[in-house]
C-alpha cells in the first residue's frame, strides 16, 4: 500500500517554529517532485514549497512567496520523504498542511500531484 506519513504539526505562538516530516512508504519517489501545500477550511489548497528531482542526487527546491526566507524544505531519506522547517510563523500560516507527491507539472499545482497524506494541523496563536 503507498502512502505518504506526515508528522510534526501542532500549536505554536507567532515568531516560533516547528518542524514537518512526510515519509513515503510502499514505493519509492525518488524521481518524484515531492512537495507541502497548505488548506483553511473553506480555501482551496495552496502550494507551500516544494523539491524537485533534478537527475541522479539532485534536487531544487521553490517556495511560494508567502513563506520565502522564513521556510525550508529538503529532501532526506535517499529521497523518499521531506522536512519543512518553518520559522518566525504567522497566525496566517495556521492550516492543515498536506504532503504531496507526482511527476507532472507545473508542480506548482495540486492536479499535478497523485498521492497525498492525510494532513497535518499546524496552529500559530497566542
Known amino acids: 500500500q503507498v502512502e505518504l506519513v506526515e508528522s510534526g504539526g501542532g500549536m505554536v505562538q507567532p515568531g516560533g517554529s516547528l518542524r514537518l516530516s512526510c515519509v513515503a512508504k510502499?514505493?519509492?519517489?525518488?524521481?518524484?517532485?515531492m512537495a507541502w501545500f497548505r488548506q483553511v477550511v473553506g480555501q482551496e489548497r495552496e502550494f507551500v514549497a516544494a523539491?524537485?528531482?533534478?537527475?541522479?542526487?539532485?534536487?531544487?527546491?521553490y517556495y511560494s512567496d508567502s513563506v520565502k526566507g522564513r521556510f525550508t524544505i529538503s529532501r532526506t531519506n535517499t529521497g523518499n520523504a521531506i522536512d519543512l522547517e518553518m520559522h518566525s510563523l504567522k497566525s496566517e500560516d495556521t492550516a492543515v498542511y498536506y504532503c504531496?507527491?507526482?511527476?507532472?507539472?507545473?508542480?506548482?499545482?495540486?492536479?499535478?500531484?497523485?498521492?497525498w497524506g492525510q494532513g497535518t494541523q499546524v496552529t500559530v496563536s497566542s
Open positions: 504531496g507527491a507526482g511527476i507532472k507539472r507545473p508542480f506548482e499545482v495540486v492536479s499535478s500531484y497523485d498521492y
Open positions: 510502499g514505493r519509492t519517489f525518488s524521481t518524484y517532485a
Open positions: 523539491s524537485t528531482w533534478g537527475g541522479r542526487t539532485t534536487y531544487y527546491t
